[in-house]
């Protein structure tokens, strides 16, 4: 893969104080490619993510680039402005502000953009449009997740990192969280994913990444980690 791909990750190191959690992961997204990491819990997978993005800075020697320009270590607003869109786990919105409002603090850094971009996800998330003038803390946890989703796409990111944006939904609200990043990916949008609802993800995704450890332990496309019989008995459940 050319050294300008979107996102870019190699030997990636990072940690909480002295304690390394992730020990010198690489890996590569291209434009328009879907990969999603899968791993035990405490894998570190969130960390890995988290230091991509900038909210935990990689060790020294870590290398995170973002179409060829090296950011790792960068401020997350600096790496944000680069392109990259990162969405935690828990979503991040504010609770007593309007959905309207939260999606205008999704442009931030660039106001000039707010109309274009409220068009775009409105189109993308239908709901968010209905809701524009509720609180925030009164949608369902499901919707708060798309809200916070569509606050990452609002100055139209070209890395987007999204850590398990299916948890805690309802089957219905999952397929609904999937149909909108494969939208968003059709755009042209690199994606790396985290999900422990890992058969699903797979299958809407390129390639597949499975960490375990702080470290690398299968990589493939995603037809073939389905396949492998190894990764499905340790990491996908028996009954497919
Ligand atoms: N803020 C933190 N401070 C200290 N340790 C942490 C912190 N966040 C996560 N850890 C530890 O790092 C390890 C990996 O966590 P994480 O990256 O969240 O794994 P995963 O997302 O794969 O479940 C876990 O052992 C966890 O306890
Ligand atoms: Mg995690």
């Avoid at 939208?183 to 994913?193: C, K, P, Q, W, Y």
Wanted: aromatic share 4%; net charge neutral.
């Amino acid at each position: 893969m050319s050294n300008d791909a979107p996102l870019r990750i190699e030997g990636l190191r990072a940690g909480y104080g002295q304690a390394d959690i992730v020990h010198g992961v690489s890996l590569s997204v291209a434009r328009a490619e879907m990969v999603t990491i899968i791993g035990p819990n405490g894998a570190g997978k969130s960390t890995l993510l988290k230091a991509a993005a900038g909210a935990v800075r990689p060790r020294p020697g870590s290398s995170v680039t973002v179409a060829g320009r090296e950011v790792a270590g960068l401020p997350a607003s600096e790496i944000a402005r680069a392109g990259v869109a990162y969405v935690p786990q828990e979503a991040n919105v504010f609770r007593s502000l309007s959905v309207r409002e939260n999606l205008e603090l999704g442009a931030w850094s660039d106001r000039r953009r707010i109309a274009d971009g409220l068009a775009r996800v409105h189109a993308i998330f239908p709901v968010l449009s209905e809701r524009a003038g509720a609180r925030a803390g009164l949608l369902s946890g499901g919707q708060r997740q798309m809200v916070a989703f569509a606050m990452a796409l609002m100055l139209e990111p070209a890395v987007l990192l999204l850590d398990e944006p299916s948890a805690g939904l309802s089957p219905v609200m999952v397929d609904q969280m999937f149909e909108a990043i494969i939208a968003v990916n059709r755009t042209g949008v690199a994606i790396l994913m985290v999900e422990q609802n890992a058969v699903q993800a797979l299958k809407i995704s390129n390639r597949g990444v499975v960490m375990a450890a702080g470290a690398v332990a299968a990589t493939g496309t995603a037809a073939d980690l389905l396949a492998d019989r190894s990764v499905a008995e340790l990491y996908l459940g028996a009954a497919r």
